[in-house]
């Protein structure tokens, strides 16, 4: 009996030990958030004043307006990257546009921008007496909209349009044409298609891609920070770091609202899924799609948008970005002088800049082999086992992916920093790459997950057969199916981790700098040129990491 | 009757390769014309030029009298406007509608008022025997319920001309043996005309009023059935079309001769100087005592039994002649492997080929 159970134990433990790595480091962060929230004094070991937070949120008409806010705003960086995203996925995978290419490419730079980089490029073409007074011709009137709801409403869309745009073209470049042919030949009209056909199956990828960009825009904390605070325009994620790190602190409203935004984000989860129920989307087997043929005009009209979105998405901000660090100042009229001077200083030895380079190059690549190792065993593992426990594991390691970055952030400066943690690991170093582990595990995971699904079980069972154990079998058979996917998940997780900012700003002890604190902080004390020149180190590097792998990749 | 389909001299070139050369036939109003070919031999290709979606490089291409393709006459009716209806080999049910919605969406398109619609979509599933499936989806179904649901999509709309392309190939054997019988009920109580796409012999007798056999893009034979089956024009369709023995054979002063010592006489008019000649397996008696000559329009070759299968209504026997060629027949009981044997067969059952 003893024996029976430590076999089944045996066949757990695997299970058991990535159950208890998750919540540890997700499960219990976020749990002790919640009751903070609730019970104020708790880390403190008590439990009055109960709901005291919630109660100042409601009593205070300011804090409800400003979260009714952060859902318009969210809503409408949605409703606007659908506008600016759909029509680029259908050329890209329904018309025969010459060059797809070049314009798949110029999807890609904006999503590899982070948002605070094109943020803090657009305050640069757009505010007074910048690198737009003396270039172009800035009609008052337009930096006013600039500088309102909808101005930063656009320079967030123009940041995520590119997700929707690829996942609106994922699922229609798998759409058999056959589903379509079946209505032509029951004499369907091109717009009987579309209606009909097309945008019924299309509706899931929209709505996806449409939450993805609707959480990212509720819980991104760069462009409130930069273009919320310049617009008068207050924003949850804003309001949580002023309340976490500006004296006084606090912490209770600081808790509550992050516990709001976290409900927010699952509401969002949930009516999604309603809707895309109600709107029953149905299983589709991948074939391939029908190119339709574009006349001259609309060739010219299609690259007029993928190249109009391209400029305000790409151009026009890098250029700014690079010009800026190369100018010598921007007194006077006219071009300024250009100088490297920046570069030097940044790369000087001993410099805080250098150090925050090297911290940033460090961490991320501390963070990506961890994500990749531990995400892709847990992946393995999860996968391969059943039963209740399985869900219990799945759902931890999707929480980061519901659960916005600022909330983990704040969940892990409670969790680490409680009474009854003996290790003194916040306030240091190390609390950031926890951080990131735990905040971007989550895509290591996904993509270790479908290939792991993807993967025979047969593939394992024929090595067992052949009498190889259980770590053999993982190293020979499993590991080397998992390559590319992790692969492209250590690069992904490398180059979201270079640019990270909200945990970094929250977690890093004083003194300590990484690249994107390091940008944010000299920007907004007004050394515009040096914090220009390291978003352009930042970004080359990404871009020659990200180059170097698709070339180790091709043999 | 009246023909309905008529093809004229159909031509399709794919780059360098041509995948229909002079396709001439013609179907009759309200009949089935099947088909039939391995694959690669272009009646896909012919099925996707009578619909509409591939147009035809030359040749005409008429339905109910009117042009639909004519490369040199610069004519190429789009597929919206044939007024046809087709069941697909992936079946090709819309995942987002529920099968009411799939059977309803042509009449909705030809725009049939809801309640008319709802009339007869209650109709046609009624006659595909899935009455109480209205409001299931597609994923929700079986195999077999799918293809029903899928037939009565295309019947729905009452087309003029209905196209089914290979529509039972996704089944399992059992359900396709079913299902065909049915079909070829539906298409005769419809009186559909129809064109039917298919690799399976057994397929296409059952369900064509004629059949054209297709090789390499150009048609082979186009006849009924029971005249494909006892008389094939070439070696080709009699091999194609199954349980025959095939011998070469070359004829000398009016005799044709098989495997060297046996001579039939022929009209040499009839028959080509060289090729194979086609003896049905059910025809050949396979013996393991030498037989007495009992006429002489009877033939008799002796070789060795390779093998005796059991085939549930009959017992087959595998011989090798002396030139090495096999030899299939009926025989009585268990023949042991390497025995020596007889098979005997009706000289007037031996049909000449040419190759």
Redesign the interface.
């Given at each position: 009996m003893i024996a029976a159970l430590r076999r089944g134990l045996g066949r757990r433990l695997p299970l058991l030990l990535c159950a208890a790595l998750l919540a540890l480091a997700t499960g219990y962060p976020v749990l002790l958030l919640f009751l903070q929230s609730i019970f104020p004094d708790i880390l403190g070991g008590s439990l009055a004043g109960a709901f005291d937070a919630y109660r100042r949120i409601i009593e205070t008409p300011e804090l409800g307006a400003m979260i009714g806010t952060s859902l318009g705003w969210a809503g409408a960086v949605t409703l606007v990257s659908w506008v600016f995203g759909i029509p680029c996925g259908y050329l890209l995978a329904r018309t025969n546009l010459p060059g797809k290419l070049w314009a798949r490419m110029s999807l890609l730079i904006p999503i590899m921008t982070p948002p605070y980089i094109l943020a803090l490029s657009y305050v640069l073409v757009m505010q007074q007496g910048g690198f737009g007074d003396v270039l172009l011709p800035i009609p008052n009137g337009l930096r006013a909209w600039f500088f309102s709801f909808w101005g930063v409403t656009v320079v967030m869309a123009l940041a995520s349009f590119g997700y929707v745009a690829l996942a609106v073209e994922a699922t229609l470049s798998t759409l058999p044409r056959r589903l379509e042919d079946a209505a032509t030949v029951l004499g369907a009209s091109w717009r009987a298609r579309v209606r009909h056909v097309l945008l019924p199956l299309t509706v899931p990828a929209i709505l996806n891609s449409g939450l993805l960009v609707f959480l990212e825009a509720l819980s991104n904390f760069g462009v409130p920070a930069v273009l919320g605070t310049r617009s008068n325009l207050p924003l949850l994620p804003a309001e949580i770091f002023y309340l976490v790190t500006s004296w006084p602190l606090d912490l209770a409203l600081a808790t509550s609202l992050s516990s709001l935004l976290c409900l927010l984000a699952l509401m969002a989860l949930y009516g999604k899924r309603c809707l895309a129920q109600w709107m029953a989307g149905g299983h589709i087997r991948p074939g391939t799609a029908a190119l339709q043929p574009l006349s001259r005009r609309w060739i010219w009209l299609g690259w007029g948008w993928i190249g109009g979105l391209f400029l305000f998405s790409s151009v026009l901000p890098y250029c700014a970005m690079v010009l800026t660090s190369l100018a010598e100042s921007w007194g006077g009229d006219g071009f300024p002088p250009l100088t490297l001077k920046h570069y030097v200083a940044l790369f000087e030895p001993g410099s805080r800049s250098l150090w925050a380079l090297a911290t940033s190059l460090g961490l991320s690549v501390a963070a990506a082999t961890l994500c990749v190792v531990i995400g892709g065993y847990i992946a393995y593992v999860s996968v391969r086992s059943s039963g209740p426990l399985r869900h219990v594991l799945d759902g931890l390691a999707t929480l980061p992916r519901v659960i916005p970055k600022i909330v983990v952030a704040v969940g892990l400066i409670l969790a680490w920093n409680a009474p009854w943690i003996p290790l003194n690991i916040y306030n240091t170093v190390w609390m950031l790459l926890l951080a990131y582990v735990v905040i971007y595990i989550t895509d290591a995971l996904n993509y270790a997950n479908s290939t792991v699904r993807g993967m025979s079980p047969n593939l394992e069972h024929a090595a067992t057969v052949l009498g190889a154990g259980r770590y053999t079998v993982f190293t020979r058979i499993v590991l080397p199916g998992l390559r590319p996917a992790l692969m492209a998940a250590w690069l992904t997780t490398f180059i979201v981790c270079m640019r990270e900012l909200v945990a970094s700003v929250l977690l890093l002890p004083p003194g300590v700098d990484v690249t994107a604190t390091y940008i944010f902080n000299q920007f907004e004390q007004g050394d515009i040129a040096a914090a220009m020149a390291m978003a352009t180190v930042t970004i080359v590097i990404s871009t020659i990491v990200l180059v170097g792998f698709q070339f180790r990749r091709r043999p | 009757m009246s023909v309905y389909l008529q093809c004229q001299g159909l031509r399709k070139v794919f780059g360098a390769s041509v995948v229909l050369d002079d396709i001439s036939l013609e179907v009759q109003e309200g009949q089935c014309l099947v088909l039939l070919g391995p694959s690669g031999c272009g009646k896909t290709t012919l099925l996707n030029v009578i619909?509409g979606?591939l147009a035809a490089d030359g040749g005409e291409l008429r339905c109910n009298g009117r042009l639909m393709d004519s490369a040199a006459k610069g004519v190429h009716v789009p597929?919206?406007?044939r007024?046809?209806?087709?069941v697909?080999q992936?079946l090709?049910l819309?995942?987002?509608?529920s099968v009411a919605e799939n059977v309803g969406?042509?009449l909705r398109?030809?725009g049939m008022k809801a309640n008319d619609r709802r009339h007869r979509i209650d109709t046609v599933l009624e006659q595909v025997e899935m009455g109480g499936f209205r409001d299931r989806?597609?994923?929700e179904l079986s195999g077999g319920q799918q293809q029903r649901v899928a037939i009565a999509?295309a019947l729905a709309?009452q087309p003029s001309l209905l196209?089914l392309d290979e529509p039972l190939s996704a089944l399992d054997a059992r359900l396709r043996e079913d299902l065909k019988l049915e079909l070829a009920g539906l298409l005769r109580e419809s009186g559909v005309t129809a064109v039917y796409v298919t690799h399976d012999q057994q397929e296409a007798f059952a369900l064509g009023d004629q059949v054209a056999v297709l090789h390499g893009g150009r048609l082979a034979q186009l006849a009924p059935p029971e005249k494909l089956y006892d008389s094939p024009c070439s070696a080709f369709v009699a091999r194609f079309i199954g349980s025959s023995n095939l011998l070469p054979f070359r004829q000398l002063d009016g005799y044709a001769l098989i495997e060297d010592h046996i001579a039939i006489r022929v009209l040499a008019a009839d028959v080509p100087m060289e090729g194979h000649c086609m003896v049905r397996r059910e025809a050949v008696g396979v013996l393991d005592k030498q037989p007495f000559a009992e006429t002489s329009d009877q033939v008799i070759l002796a070789g060795v039994c390779e093998q005796t299968h059991f085939l549930g209504e009959r017992k087959e026997a595998q011989l090798r002649l002396p030139s090495g060629e096999r030899l299939r027949g009926v025989t009585a009981g268990h023949i042991p492997s390497g025995a020596p044997v007889w098979a005997r067969f009706p000289k007037n059952a031996v049909r000449f080929l040419a190759d």
């Open positions: - | 619909s979606m597929i919206q406007e007024g046809l209806a087709m697909f992936d090709s819309w995942p987002h509608m969406f042509g398109i030809r989806m597609p994923n999509r709309v196209l």
